[in-house]
């Protein structure tokens, strides 16, 4: 029962931008959507009110600034539409759609009470409301699919823009008095190059005449098999360019639609004939260079151009005349902005961005922009009242953002915390917050400084985030809970810095956690829901209560050296409840949860009596009271600060304030919406008047008051109080605390100054300093702490294992030398225990010292060792198991495998082929064909005799049988007739005419090729048993051939041939031992088998025992009686002992026998293993040969099997091509038959609409003679008050009645005088004037006659009361005059919505015989496609002659003609080709004889000009002397004697002048060594007096710069005059050499010319 008689819950305020759509509702306010709210922001003044959804949430909102009315739609089913008139937040109407689920866009219109809406899933339906009627005017179901936004012309309601996610898409509202219709008209957008580019496929089939003839093209429709609205819809999304995406429109004062693209285009379209141009096109080379790159996200309209929004922060500012575009002006903005509009007064420009960034520019005064709200995006994660006398809240989101608001909700500062926030909570005696992060650290932030909240401690806990965050009403403890089952306790005092004091476990992760003072008792009690089991972390049944003393919990005895709570400070009580909870807060005695399961809010009494219970004990506790709650979970609850009111919220958004006593009654608030996940945390206030909810998703914050009424008022005093006295009690610690923590520095910017607590100091170490106001990486490193950072809890342990190590260091060692000599003294026992004698040795098991360790490893090993063998035996299973799956599916279902044929002596091979078993399906197929065709030949032979014996002689008969044959023979096109394999029941290729004969034919085609290949594998496997029984053969010969050369004591390699894989594939599916590599495991009994068999042959060679015999006999003739022919080669005839002992002077004569004997039977025996070795080469190498010549015996065979293979592949692949074209025949009379549906399913389609459209007509055609009637009617009375003028004032005088008359036609300017005063700045001044308008008309006419009804434009001497009977006929004449207008404008709309009728009834008319005569050119192609059939022909090599291109014949302009006349056609060729070659010998044979007199001729005439310039070179050849002499002379040897003795002696003189040089060099070296060694003595006394010599130079300086610069001056003039002298007499020399080298080469010319005489000269010159 709610409570709303006694109280109510009102909003304070309200923060957040739920779904980023901003609108004018005046000229200088805003709407915009947070949560369930609508804010309304006033420009100048930024004052903010706020409006409650009247229904459930908020949807979709729009707003018309000019008449200030904005209407927004509800979240829920069955979505109502709500429309309200600012600023009195009044509801005009509520509209009730068809919508189901939601609305995607909504619109208002400028010319009228109308409004545009547009649904979504399932109907997708655009509607246009009256508003003020709350009546539909006019409803197009299943045309908005991917509409974001409506926006109506603002010159003209009749048109509606609707802009989708890729398509773009004008609606025209035709009416007919009051009938309405919405009528489209889609834009061809351009393709993303910028060119118009319509569907890049015909729609209807097309058919060519070209060769060879596949059939008619069909459309993509009818080859899917689609059909339908929906096909053409895919056919045409699939089959067209890519379009560019507009993002943005603009309506013009022209009626133009401006289109912003998200490819940088800007479109301009007309609206009235739809057309399309491209003011701005990037792609093109004179594009603007600003504009070329840019994004475009929004358009807006001024005064002074278009305002367009670009991606990149900026704003241009374009003039467009006709074709050429310019910009004026541009602003580079702060961040980039996704909306923009302008306010109607069009002297505001606003700008949002999705990240809750709202802008104002005024572009006439300023290019700065004003920021109007700022609006951090992200969601809300806690948010939290203060306590302190500042009465701040403050939130935090989820991207880190902290964020402090003042009471009225205004933002006063932020802090990004670089890391994500889980929990929040506020501490009552200081100004600060802590924050949980997901990474298990707890944040505390100062907040004295409002506009800089600070960092000023940061402690991590946990590996897990930081759930729950509670200080106690006193602000004593601050408690932390999460979901590793840790409930830690920190001292909340900044004095304190912080310190953790100790921690708990209880049962289970931590759901839920609150704190409660028992004032009277000095005792905190925390309250934990736990889940009692990890890993469960939504619900729990058990309640952990624990009792920490307020005072004395620092003490050394309050935890132990770990950091736990001792039993003695910390009290425990367990609690169970019946069903498990959600969530839970403590009161003073009392626990107020929620169960989900049952849907309550349930109240349980705590016993009071917990002494005799022990901590371990769990007490049931069953629920006192129990009332209902939310319908959605989870709810979180809190109890207000004086533990009277419960407050919950629920994921529905809800918030309820309830009285502990008794729960039925509660106050309720709808703050969020249920589709963004409602709220999920709420505050109280100290005072407990005010709560903060904050959204789950909507990123929305409201504040809300509590208002109590009547008798119940007594209870918000009692709630003053309370805060009153617990201000008063807590101000004195907070006047302490506060200046402590606004004292502490940053965190990173100094460690803690006077830290108490070690382990707080320890946590501060390492870390470095940074600026929390800039917010870098290494902020955010110190915030987001790593998951290997160690707790505090870890710190702490490691901090006692140091400890202890430290203490018992010495302990440890003495023990660590204890052990090594027991160790030592079990090993020495043990070797010497394995020395000892069998009977007095002990097992090894009894020196184990711990035999509970031992096996305790053994069972681990043994645990492993199971869990590794499990995995191996899962891993071979799945092996196994994907082996049979392949065996079957790719060996097993194979009827005959697939294996090769490789030849011996190549790498040539032959594969067969591997065919799988026919299913009983095919075979079906097969016999049904064999069967149908039987009786087809059966009845074809009856009705062929029976015809054949009235028509034709036997002889003919026998003619046409061979004459069938030979035609057979010619069109069968394939070579499996030839090989043999055909099926006698194949159909002829010219008789192929039904879809049902192609497809039989096909299965008759699969059989033949079936035959092939079992034909083929037939000779396969004979050829492969061949090559078995080679291969034994050859097997057996190697093993002769390894006998004969181990006999000749050879080592020469074999070939040893064998079967490969491919050859025996059945060996891949097997194992050899031999290919596994890793040792083989042996099982203890596998091992216990193989030592008995070893055992058992070491028994059995040991009873067979030592045989003398055997041993003799293979000692003396290797183990045998007889000598073999083969161990002749082995035998050799052992000497006389003579020869060994005695040397050969010393042999007797019966010796000398002896040894004789012995030489004749050893050369006998020589002579004997020759002809033995030599029979065994030659048996060998007949072997060889015998090998090889089967082998190649064999590769011979195995190339006519491939021979035979390559005509089989021939023939297998003719046949698949007969089946390719078949199934492509079959396919395209399938699209023929799919495009015949659907042009009928057009066709009936179109006759419906035909129909429809013509009753249509018809009913409009009555209604406009209806009207016209009525029209008339009114025309006529109208007429009669012109005739009646006179006769009503009879009684008046003529001339009067002539003025009057002149009165009674004047007409007041209303049109004029309203365009005179209308000075407004709006854009869109003239509106569409219809019929509806009339109203408005007709009383601004009526107004405007009361000025010439006043009595100053009486007449004279007219009487009044005629004055006022004319008044009152005009009156009627002008009311007249006025419903005529508005009868003839809507009679001009019915008739030409009749006349558009009529056009619609003519173009469905044209359509109906458009699609009749594509249905009759289908037919008539069809059965052109089903007579000219496909036929296949096999020709021979040399009868083709087309020309061929990559290696494919080119057969489209070829023609098929018969044998006789080509080999005609060729044989005369061969003639007049014959003829041609002899006339052409001919004429080759006498060019032949003039081309070589004319080359003689040449030949001649080079000759005489090579003797001409042989004797002009003798003539001129000019002879040094030594060549004349040498020419001269005629004892050429002694000559060359005389030059060799001259050499030598010149030889002979270099080498002595070369001896006394080096003589020379020899001594200048001694004497240069000498010279050295000299100067190096001076050297030595030079560097002694080296430290004096800088001395005295710079006395020489000082003395030299002292002297008088006029000597320096005639110094340096008498050098420059020695220069110039110098420098002229060099000259001179130089021009004197130059005159004599001239003279001397003047001579040396002449001497040439005369050593040189020129012989016949003149005659060469």
């Not at 009044?90 to 545009?116: C, H, I, R, V, W």
Request: charged fraction near 30%.
């Amino acid at each position: 029962m709610k409570m709303d008689v006694i109280g109510s819950l009102e909003v304070r305020w309200i923060q957040g931008f739920t779904n980023k759509s901003i609108e004018f509702v005046d000229s200088k306010t805003v709407c915009y959507t947070s949560g369930s709210h609508i804010c309304f922001l006033n420009l100048e003044t930024k004052i903010q009110s706020v409006l409650q959804s009247p229904g459930r949430g908020i949807g979709a909102l729009t707003a018309n600034g000019n008449n200030g009315i904005f209407a927004f739609s509800e979240q829920k089913l069955s979505p109502s539409i709500f429309v309200y008139i600012f600023p009195e937040l009044q509801l005009k109407n509520e509209l009730k759609g068809t919508a189901q689920l939601d609305y995607t866009s909504l619109t208002l219109s400028d010319g009228g009470p109308y409004l545009g809406c547009c649904s979504s899933f399932p109907d997708h339906t655009i509607t246009v409301w009256n508003w003020e009627n709350a009546e539909p005017i006019c409803t197009q179901p299943q045309v908005g699919h991917d509409v974001i936004s409506l926006v109506f012309n603002p010159l003209n309601w009749l048109q509606l823009c609707a802009l989708g996610a890729t398509s773009l898409t004008i609606w025209n509202i035709e009416k007919s008095a009051n009938f309405h219709v919405l009528k489209p008209s889609v834009i061809e957008l351009p393709a993303t190059d910028g060119s118009f580019v319509e569907r890049l496929v015909p729609t209807s089939h097309t058919v060519s005449e070209k060769l060879p003839y596949f059939g008619p093209e069909m459309p993509p429709s009818a080859i899917a098999g689609l059909k339908g609205d929906k096909a053409e819809h895919i056919v045409t999304k699939l089959c067209t360019k890519a379009r560019v995406t507009p993002t943005a429109i603009c309506w013009t004062a022209t009626s133009e639609l401006y289109v912003a693209c998200a490819e940088g285009f800007l479109l301009r379209v007309d609206a009235k004939t739809l057309s399309v141009s491209i003011p701005l096109n990037p792609t093109t080379a004179d594009a603007i260079h600003e504009l070329r790159q840019s994004n475009f996200q929004g358009l807006a309209l001024n005064k002074n151009g278009l305002i367009i929004l670009g991606k990149e922060s900026v704003v241009h500012c374009l003039q467009i005349k006709e074709t050429q575009i310019s910009v004026t002006q541009t602003w580079q903005l702060e961040r980039p902005f996704t909306t923009m509009m302008y306010s109607p007064d069009y002297e505001t420009l606003l700008l949002s961005s999705n990240t809750g960034q709202i802008y104002m520019l005024n572009p006439t005064q300023t290019d700065k922009t004003v920021k109007v709200l700022d609006v951090v995006s992200g969601n809300f994660v806690a948010a939290a009242l203060s306590h302190t006398e500042k009465k701040t809240c403050v939130s935090v989101r989820d991207s880190g953002e902290l964020q402090l608001w003042s009471q009225d909700g205004i933002c006063l500062g932020s802090l990004s915390l670089q890391t994500e926030v889980t929990s929040l909570a506020c501490c009552p005696i200081a100004q600060y917050t802590a924050v949980g992060t997901a990474s298990g650290s707890v944040l505390f932030i100062d907040l004295n400084k409002e506009q800089q909240p600070r960092l000023v401690h940061q402690v991590h806990l946990y590996h897990t985030p930081v759930d729950h965050l509670v200080f106690d009403q006193e602000g004593d403890y601050l408690l932390t809970g999460a979901s590793d089952s840790h409930i830690y306790v920190l001292d909340a005092k900044p004095s304190k810095r912080f310190s953790v004091i100790g921690y708990t476990v209880v049962p289970g992760p931590i759901l839920s956690l609150s704190a409660q003072c028992i004032g009277e008792r000095e005792l905190v009690k925390v309250l934990a829901l736990c889940a009692g089991e990890e890993g469960k972390t939504h619900d729990g049944s058990l309640l952990t209560v624990l009792s920490l003393p307020v005072r004395d919990l620092a003490g050394p005895d309050c935890v132990d050296r770990h950091g736990c709570l001792s039993t003695h400070v910390l009290q425990v009580s367990t609690y169970e409840v019946p069903h498990p909870l959600k969530s839970c807060v403590l009161g003073v005695s009392e626990v107020f949860a929620y169960c989900h399961k049952k849907k309550t809010l349930q109240q349980f009494k705590l016993p009071q009596d917990t002494d005799g219970v022990s901590s371990q004990q769990v007490v049931q506790l069953k629920p006192e009271q129990e009332v209902r709650g939310y319908h959605l979970g989870p709810v979180s609850l809190v109890l207000s600060p004086h533990r009277l009111w419960l407050a919950s919220v629920s994921p529905d958004g809800l918030l309820r304030i309830r009285e502990t006593a008794s729960m039925e009654r509660y106050i309720e608030l709808h703050c969020h919406s249920c589709r963004d996940g409602g709220a999920q945390s709420v505050s109280f206030s100290a005072d407990s008047q005010t709560l903060l909810t904050a959204g789950f998703k909507g990123g929305s914050l409201v504040c809300t008051n509590l208002r109590i009424k009547g008798v119940d008022a007594g209870k918000v005093n009692e709630a003053t109080q309370y805060s009153q006295s617990m201000d008063h009690s807590l101000k004195i610690i907070f006047n302490t605390e506060n200046p402590i923590l606004v004292d502490l520095p940053e965190w990173g910017q100094g460690s803690p100054a006077g830290a108490e607590n070690p382990e707080e100091s320890e946590v501060s170490v390492g870390v470095e300093t940074v600026d929390v106001t800039e917010h870098n990486e290494s902020y955010n490193s110190l915030l987001s702490a790593p998951p290997s950072h160690p707790t505090w809890l870890e710190k702490r342990r490691e901090a006692v294992i140091k400890e202890d190590n430290d203490q018992y260091s010495e302990t440890k060692k003495n023990m660590r030398n204890t052990i090594k000599a027991l160790r030592d003294a079990i090993q020495d026992a043990m070797r010497l225990n394995e020395n000892l004698p069998d009977t007095d040795r002990v097992e090894q098991q009894e020196f184990n010292l711990d035999i509970e360790e031992q096996r305790r490893l053994e069972a681990m090993v043994e645990q492993e060792a199971t869990r590794v063998r499990n995995e191996i035996e899962w891993e071979i299973l799945e092996k196994r198991y994907l082996r049979d799956v392949l065996k079957r599916e790719c060996w097993d279902s194979m009827k005959v495998k697939g294996k090769t044929i490789k030849a011996f002596h190549s790498e040539h091979e032959v594969t067969n082929y591997s065919l799988k078993e026919q299913t009983e399906k095919e075979m079906e197929d097969l016999q049904r064909v064999q069967n149908m065709r039987k009786f087809e030949k059966a009845a074809c032979m009856h009705s062929g005799l029976k015809k054949s014996s009235n028509t034709t002689s036997a002889k003919e008969e026998e003619q046409g049988e061979e004459g069938r044959a030979a035609e057979s023979a010619a069109v069968t096109g394939s070579l499996s007739a030839q090989l043999g394999y055909s099926n006698p029941y194949l159909y002829d290729q010219f008789s192929l005419e039904t879809t049902e004969q192609r497809i039989n034919q096909i299965i008759l085609l699969q059989d033949v090729i079936c035959r092939i290949k079992t034909a083929f594998n037939a000779d396969f496997e004979a050829v492969h048993r061949q090559k078995v029984q080679e291969l034994n053969r050859v097997k057996g010969r190697n093993r002769h051939i390894r006998g004969i050369m181990l006999e000749l004591d050879m080592t020469e390699k074999l070939s040893e041939p064998s079967l490969t894989n491919s050859e025996q594939p059945e060996r891949l599916l097997t194992v050899d031992d031999s290919e596994i590599t890793a040792e083989k495991y042996l099982t203890p009994e596998q091992k216990e088998e193989e030592e008995r068999k070893k055992l058992e042959e070491e028994r059995r060679l040991a009873a067979k025992g030592d045989n003398l015999r055997d041993r003799a006999l293979d000692d003396m003739m290797d183990g045998v009686l007889e000598v073999k022919k083969e161990d002749i080669l082995k035998m050799e005839i052992p000497p006389p002992e003579f020869v060994l002992t005695k040397p050969g002077i010393h042999w007797s004569e019966e010796e000398k026998k002896v040894y004789k004997e012995y030489e004749k039977k050893t050369k006998d025996l020589s002579e004997e293993k020759e002809k033995y070795k030599k029979s065994l080469e030659t048996e060998m190498k007949r072997l060889q040969a015998s090998t090889k010549d089967a082998t190649e015996k064999f590769d011979e065979t195995l190339t006519k099997l491939f021979k035979k293979k390559v005509k089989c592949e021939m023939a297998i692949y003719q046949e698949r091509l007969k089946i390719t074209y078949l199934a492509y025949s079959v396919l395209v009379e399938e699209e023929i038959r799919n495009r015949e549906q659907e042009l009928k399913l057009k066709l009936e389609k179109m006759v419906a609409h035909k129909d429809e459209i013509g009753e249509e007509v018809k009913r409009h055609e009555e209604e406009v003679q209806l009207f016209h009637e009525t029209y008339d009617s009114i025309v006529a009375e109208d007429k009669v008050f012109d005739k009646e003028f006179r006769k009503e004032f009879f009684d008046v005088p003529s001339h009067v009645v002539d003025q009057l008359y002149k009165l009674f036609k004047r007409r007041p300017r209303v049109q004029k005088m309203r365009t005179q005063t209308d000075n407004s700045s709006n854009l869109f001044k003239e509106q569409y004037l219809c019929g509806s308008l009339a109203p408005d008309g007709l009383s601004k006419t009526l107004k405007a006659m009361e000025e010439l009804d006043a009595p100053e434009n009486i007449p004279e001497g007219l009487n009044p009361s005629v004055w006022e009977r004319f008044c009152l006929v005009r009156r009627m004449k002008v009311e007249s005059e006025q419903k005529v207008k508005v009868k003839a404008l809507t009679l001009a709309e019915m008739q030409a919505f009749l006349q558009k009728r009529r056009d619609e009834d003519k173009a469905a008319q044209q359509e109906i015989k458009n699609l009749s005569d594509e249905l009759e050119s289908l037919h008539k192609e069809k059965n052109r496609f089903l007579m000219n059939i496909m036929v296949q022909v096999l020709l021979k090599q040399g009868q083709v002659e087309v020309s061929t291109t990559d290696l494919t014949a080119d057969y489209t302009e070829a023609v098929l003609l018969h044998r006789s006349v080509l080999e005609d056609l060729n044989r005369t060729i061969r003639t007049l080709g014959e003829q041609k070659i002899t006339t052409m010998v001919e004429c080759k044979d006498f060019r032949k004889g003039i081309i070589q007199l004319q080359w003689e001729h040449k030949m001649m005439e080079r000759q005489i000009e090579d003797l001409n310039n042989k004797a002009r070179d003798i003539q001129m050849l000019q002879l040094s002397e030594e060549p004349r002499d040498y020419l001269n002379e005629t004892d050429q040897d002694s000559c060359m004697s005389e030059q060799v003795s001259s050499l030598e002696k010149t030889i002979a003189f270099q080498e002595k002048t070369h001896q006394q040089n080096v003589q020379h060099r020899i001594k200048m070296i001694e004497q240069l060594k000498r010279q050295a060694a000299k100067k190096v003595e001076k050297n030595a006394i030079v560097e002694q007096q080296l430290p004096n010599i800088p001395v005295t130079v710079g006395e020489r300086r000082h003395i030299y710069e002292a002297i008088d610069s006029e000597e320096n001056q005639a110094a340096k003039m008498e050098e420059r005059f020695k220069e110039i002298i110098q420098k002229k007499y060099l000259e001179d020399f130089v021009r004197a050499q130059v005159e004599e080298l001239a003279l001397l080469w003047a001579e040396v010319n002449r001497l040439r010319m005369k050593n040189f005489p020129s012989l016949d000269q003149l005659k060469h010159n």
